[in-house]
């Protein structure tokens, strides 16, 4: 016997009771986001014939700095949140992070760290990708846990039921809400599968695979957004997560269509003790040249 539902019940309580042991929700499903991630990020670094313990490297240095620029983003554009107990927005247990933060300043201190390692970047960033939607969708489900970043009210037989003292006020008489935070963690998931196949494709330049990801999550977060009810700070009239999202989308199709320069041209050099068999290359200004060109 089938049983329709006719709406998602949220869990009664914000911590999984584990024996002795009482967890944060929010908190475990950002770790194991965090954990999945990397163990993606390091077979996709084994697959393209790189170190895979330099995942954990980055991920050290770029995994906090994502969490800091994460809540600076909520507090900074929610600021009115906190007017009065300023003290709250260390209380990160309790919700409260800014996606578009995490990527920017992780992101800035995992160029970084390659760097330092003296990874490829354009390599390197085109393996670790697809693992940041896969941290993201899974992470997204703390949300479920506070009863949070969910939309507007609605009827549909996905509804989430959301508790009265969770609700905005205007909705007080509601009872189900568009379960955004779902909505957007099955558009990372299918995110995370398109840049896999792209990848496999060979259809993207190196190096551009991580904007596609930008491109992508600023279209789904664009969306998933405009679906919002909870209170926002505006900019003219419009939620700033809006704005941001565009200038994703902007960022991101720009630096996916922007020209290949000279720099991704590569000219190797060998000399007469790296030729087989006595060849030699063709003669340019009196100079013996060889190797191979790549154009990407």
Do not use: C
């Not at 390197?124 to 899974?138: C, G, S």
């Not at 720099?263 to 030729?275: K, Q």
């Amino acid at each position: 016997m089938f049983v329709l539902l006719a709406s998602i019940p949220s869990p009664g309580s914000k911590a999984l009771e584990i024996g002795p042991l009482s967890l944060r929700a929010y908190g475990l499903m950002i770790a194991l986001g965090v954990l999945a991630a990397v163990e993606l990020g390091r077979r996709r670094f084994v697959a393209k014939g790189l170190d895979p313990d330099e995942v954990s490297a980055i991920a050290l240095w770029a995994v906090p700095a994502g969490l800091v620029g994460a809540r600076l983003y909520h507090v900074i554009t929610d600021w009115k949140r906190f007017q009065g107990d300023w003290w709250s927005a260390f209380a990160v247990w309790k919700g409260g992070l800014g996606v578009p933060g995490g990527i920017l300043l992780g992101t800035l201190v995992g160029v970084w760290v390659a760097r330092r390692r003296g990874l490829d970047l354009g390599l390197a960033a085109d393996a670790l990708a697809p693992a940041i939607p896969l941290a993201q969708a899974i992470g997204r489900l703390g949300n479920w846990f506070n009863q949070e970043v969910f939309g507007r009210p609605t009827h549909l037989p996905w509804g989430l039921e959301i508790d009265p003292q969770y609700r905005p006020a205007r909705y007080r008489d509601q009872a189900t809400f568009h379960p955004t935070f779902a909505y957007e963690a099955l558009w990372n998931l299918a995110l995370m599968a398109l840049l896999i196949w792209l990848d496999g494709r060979g259809v993207i330049r190196k190096g551009r695979l991580f904007a596609v990801y930008i491109l992508g999550y600023g279209l789904g977060r664009f969306w998933v957004e405009a679906l919002r009810a909870d209170e926002a700070s505006l900019i003219l009239g419009i939620r700033v997560n809006l704005w941001v999202s565009a200038a994703l989308i902007l960022g991101g199709l720009t630096w996916l269509l922007w020209p290949s320069g000279a720099d991704e041209v590569d000219v190797g050099v060998v000399g007469d003790d790296g030729l087989d068999g006595g060849d030699r290359g063709e003669e340019v200004d009196g100079r013996d040249l060889t190797g191979d060109v790549e154009v990407q």
